[in-house]
């Protein structure tokens, strides 16, 4: 069984932590670069809280881009009050999606289909400006979870655009050829395993392994946690209930066309959300505390075999500030429907039409079956 490089991620957002692989003390030197003209601790701090951290919880996309003195900055940044900044993309991609964003949120519309489109998006609010580059604003999907969960999959049969190069195509075909069958594809997904207390994080090099005949079995369910005792199967009513709403709009809207965007599926992880488990327990517990990052290997290797790669990093977040913030219970709060995030995400190739999206649809059928087969 061949693995490649592994990367590891940092459980929190404490960047001074001091971690252990090569990849990792890459990551922490360009946060680092985020913080250094700080001359002291009191300074160094207000300054992370002004500025944000890298969003630790990412299931894929860049990590990093080139801002325009040609310096690293984060792709994702975590302001940590419920937003986050997405840096926006090369020309004219960043346009493109800065300009769809606009379309939804800065006018008043009064048609229903862009009101309900509006509930699947992250909230837009405003370009930001920064030395190294301009960012959209955008709410975190994930804020307030303890232990977030993220899987992101490119929706479509095509995920190029009319004006893509013809290697772009071939490249595009070649990133995931069961996705003509599927219409989807998971890009990645960041899973927290309550009992062992470890994010797995399933890469690129991962997913694009998977078949049309292991998507479920060595994919999606895996995302529920339906290969351990502790599985999420709670949530899959409540994601069909959201898809098919989602199915319901596609299938009526004729205004865009979304080529390579993604849903973005979350839910929290901390056992007490589900309820009936002790969070305290088992996050206190001082049991191994390891994270996976499964990169390579096959889809078709066993998940207990995919753990040996793991590497071992030490999650930082202390006990007592998780014991401080899950005091609350937040499942008294939510309702069925809360548990789980379904979003759009990514529309740096979005364009106005005047047909039913059939490539998005599509793969937003065949997900709901694959859905579905999880619950027979
Ligand atoms: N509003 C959001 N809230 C929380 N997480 C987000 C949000 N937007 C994006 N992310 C996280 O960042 C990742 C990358 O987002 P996105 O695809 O929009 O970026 P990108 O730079 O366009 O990536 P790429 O072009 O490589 O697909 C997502 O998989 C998700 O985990
Ligand atoms: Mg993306």
């Given at each position: ?39 002291n601790e ?102 307030g979870y ?63 392994k998977l ?166």
């Open positions: 069984m061949m693995f490649g490089q592994n990367f590891v991620f940092t459980l929190n957002k404490q960047l001074e932590d001091k971690h252990i692989s090569e990849t990792v003390d890459f990551e922490m030197d360009v946060m680092k670069f985020e913080l250094n003209s700080n001359h009191n300074e160094k701090e207000t300054n992370c809280k002004r500025e944000g951290a890298p969003l630790t919880i990412q299931a894929s996309g860049h990590k990093y881009v080139h801002g325009v003195s040609g310096r690293l900055m984060p792709a994702v940044i975590d302001l940590g009050d419920g937003y986050i900044l997405k840096a926006l993309q090369k020309h004219p991609r960043g346009e493109r999606e800065l300009s769809f964003y606009q379309q939804i949120f800065d006018q008043i519309y009064v048609d229903p289909d862009i009101q309900m489109l509006k509930s699947f998006l992250p909230h837009f609010a405003g370009k930001v400006d920064r030395g190294e580059g301009s960012y959209l604003k955008l709410s975190n999907l994930i804020h303890q232990r977030p969960c993220v899987m992101d999959l490119k929706m479509g049969r095509i995920t190029y655009d009319c004006k893509a190069t013809q290697e772009k195509i071939l490249s595009e075909l070649k990133k995931f050829p069961p996705a003509q069958q599927l219409g989807f594809q998971i890009t990645g997904m960041m899973v927290f395993d309550p009992v062992k207390e470890t994010y797995e994080k399933f890469s690129k090099e991962y997913t694009r078949t049309e005949e292991t998507m479920v079995s060595k994919g999606l369910s895996l995302f529920f946690g339906l290969n351990r005792e502790t599985n999420r199967n709670d949530l899959l009513h409540p994601l069909l209930a959201k898809l098919r709403e989602l199915e319901l709009w596609f299938s009526v809207q004729k205004k865009f066309s979304f080529i390579a965007s993604s849903l973005l599926i979350s839910y929290d992880g901390c056992p007490q959300v589900k309820a009936s488990q002790s969070c305290t327990e088992n996050v206190l517990g001082n049991s191994i505390k390891q994270s996976y990052v499964y990169d390579g290997g096959t889809a078709k290797d066993t998940v207990e075999s995919n753990c040996i790669c793991g590497e071992v990093i030490e999650p930082s977040k202390s006990s007592s500030e998780f014991t401080s913030t899950i005091n609350h219970d937040h499942s008294q709060d939510k309702n069925l429907a809360d548990k789980i995030g379904l979003h759009l995400i990514d529309f740096a190739h979005v364009y106005p039409s005047d047909s039913v999206d059939h490539n998005v649809l599509f793969g937003i059928r065949k997900l709901i079956s694959c859905m579905e087969s999880m619950l027979r």
